[in-house]
């Protein structure tokens, strides 16, 4: 691919301005999807293979609790996904139209009480593979997760050549 | 996702193929689990090596087949896993708590 | 994949219900992205990995069109993608914030004196390989092109197993 | 999209690599061809064994690279077709106007 890192300093913007989005029902269906498509910007931004991978399983992670929490699987409620290409980061936006939740109130999974429970790891994954999580609920009602991933340009040339 | 039952000594193996995800039918491998306790087979080793994608879900399955095991007497251990599903254990603390190996022999002699 | 022709049954609604929609500037550079997501949907919903090929082509022909004709590849203007699925058929429509075009006044890339023109069969791969194409100015502004690709069920369970 | 050149007796042979697509340098080829034409070469042929996507602009690439060489008096021809690619050009019925061969040896002994 001829465009890399280059090219995606070149796309910028506020960091507010969405340069790529998805838009689609409650269903885990998609979740293929949406990962695949979160690996091929990844790609296309540069990251290397695992970073590829890490960003991507915390969209499907993020993605699969605006689906099963925020949305409760209606299939008529929407997930939003907003990716935003900056000079050195690439934030990606995922919002349900549920309520969210008190961030001090989720239980830590390394708590050696919780370390044997079937769930309640998703969230710690994305906080540990992201560079920067934080979550807010939307003026115009709905719960948003936003996370950065910085780009690393020093890789910058790699993948320019196929 | 898929699983192959077969039987090595007295250790059941089950071959997982496939992804275990959320949308994946991932409560497959503790009902699974759970058939072979009620049928008396208590010594289980799952082959992860065939895994192509885990989640935060399916980590939570590998997780309660293991408390189901453990709680009746019994022993889970795992076999082959990947690279990627090994950090998932690292960094959530699970990979002192399973048991693991790179060889099959190896794995079942140690029940 | 668990998930094949035999869920696609079961997503269903009104024609002009959208299930997946992609919405991004006019930007050359995500030709493959948008590609990529469509074989993506066609191997989800059960098609062939030649139908898949071809209905992702066309998808990239109208998005290619979208960008150079329709937005002048202003960055800023947008280009929508509206994947709908239907039992029996994918529909799906590209969308972008130009004056469009008029059907009759288009060369044909068969005719004789157009055989050798560098420029001119976009169009007609897509109405080649899509069962059914329609174009029409948006009431709120914009052109849509619309493409239907009929699902074959008899392919049904190949693509469930894996 | 890469391109390599070599000299088969004396034909230029244009080993194309990777997308002929619009966001992929689709002029390079015709730039290319165009500095072989300047430097008296007539007999190109164009390898397309690895090329992986072509898209409608890619197909003009070809066309263009086509007329430019045959309005020189020399000749361009293809060799090693991909399925797809073949299809692209059958229907729109450029697959009679480009001689095209599966052989390489047969097709330099063409010119
Ligand atoms: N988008 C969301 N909307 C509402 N609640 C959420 C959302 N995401 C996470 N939560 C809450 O946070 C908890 C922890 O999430 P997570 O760490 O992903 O683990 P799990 O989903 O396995 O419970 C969830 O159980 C849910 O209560
Ligand atoms: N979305 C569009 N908006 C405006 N004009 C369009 C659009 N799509 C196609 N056209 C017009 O139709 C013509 C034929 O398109 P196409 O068959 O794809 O060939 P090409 O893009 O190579 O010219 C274009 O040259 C353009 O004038």
Same mark, same amino acid.
């Given at each position: 691919m001829i465009w890399g890192t280059r090219e995606a300093r070149k796309? #910028?913007?506020?960091?507010? $301005?969405?340069d790529f989005e998805l838009l689609f029902g409650?269903?885990?269906?998609?979740l293929d999807l949406v990962q695949n498509v979160s690996e091929n910007i990844g790609r296309m931004l540069g990251l290397d293979d695992d970073s590829q991978y890490w960003m991507s399983l915390s969209v499907r992670e993020s993605v699969t609790n605006a689906i099963l929490? %925020? #949305? $409760?699987?209606? %299939?008529d409620k929407k997930v939003n996904v907003l990716f935003s290409f900056l000079e050195d980061r690439l934030v990606i936006r995922v919002q349900d139209e549920g309520n969210g939740f008190e961030q001090e109130s989720l239980p830590d999974p390394l708590d050696p009480e919780n370390?044997? $429970?079937?769930? %309640?790891r998703g969230i710690f994954y994305v906080r540990s593979f992201m560079d920067d999580v934080s979550y807010r609920a939307l003026p115009e009602g709905g719960w948003e997760v936003r996370m950065e991933k910085r780009l690393n340009h020093q890789q910058q040339g790699d993948s320019d050549d196929h | 996702m898929t699983i192959d039952m077969r039987k090595v000594k007295d250790v059941t193996v089950l071959d997982i193929h496939g992804k275990i995800t959320?949308?994946?039918?991932?409560?497959e491998i503790r009902n699974t689990v759970r058939d072979l306790l009620q049928a008396g087979q208590k010594k289980i080793l799952l082959n992860?090596?065939?895994?192509?994608y885990v989640d935060s879900s399916g980590i939570g399955e590998l997780v309660s087949s293991y408390t189901t095991v453990t709680n009746q007497g019994g022993q889970l251990k795992l076999l082959n896993l990947t690279k990627k599903l090994r950090e998932l254990l690292a960094i959530t603390k699970l990979l002192t708590v399973f048991e693991s190996y790179d060889d099959e022999a190896e794995a079942v002699a140690s029940y």
């Open positions: 796309i #910028n913007g506020a960091v507010s $301005k969405t409650s269903r885990l269906e998609y929490h %925020g #949305n $409760k699987q209606d %299939g370390l044997l $429970k079937p769930s %309640g | 959320i949308g994946e039918g991932s409560a992860l090596g065939d895994v192509s």
